[in-house]
């Protein structure tokens, strides 16, 4: 069994800040790329940021220069520094994981229950 735990999420004033947090456990032998995405209410999920387990980043472009991604290996968490948050920003963040699940002998994708984050005065 693989488990993706994020945390951090919560209410948020304009140009404020908030750090979510996505601890992997299980059954892992590696993780490969991890990170985060977005979906806000009728819209469709969309990648906010990702990391390879060597520590390159990638951004989507509404982020880039407020956000920043950031994974400890040793602890199998990926966190995501958000700054300058607007109130496009509000919605469901959802960690995700490439990796391979040591029991089932099968690499796939992993997904978090979700985080909401609402920018709002």
């Known amino acids: 069994q693989v488990q993706l735990v994020e945390s951090g999420g919560g209410l948020v004033q304009p140009g404020g800040s908030l750090r979510l947090s996505c601890a992997a456990s299980?059954?892992?032998?590696?993780?490969?790329?991890m990170g985060w995405y977005r979906q806000a209410p009728g819209k469709q999920r969309e990648l906010v940021a990702t990391?390879?387990?060597?520590?390159?980043?990638n951004y989507a472009d509404s982020v880039k220069g407020r956000f920043t991604v950031s994974r400890d290996n040793a602890k199998n968490t990926v966190y995501l520094q958000m700054n300058s948050l607007k109130s496009e920003d509000t919605a469901v963040y959802y960690c995700?994981?490439?990796?391979?699940?040591?029991?089932?002998?099968?690499?796939?994708?992993?997904w978090g229950q979700g985080t909401q984050v609402t920018v709002s005065s």
């Open positions: 990391i390879t387990s060597g520590g390159s980043p």
């Open positions: 995700n994981a490439d990796l391979y699940n040591l029991r089932l002998e099968v690499r796939r994708h992993y």
């Open positions: 299980g059954s892992i032998f590696s993780i490969y790329a």
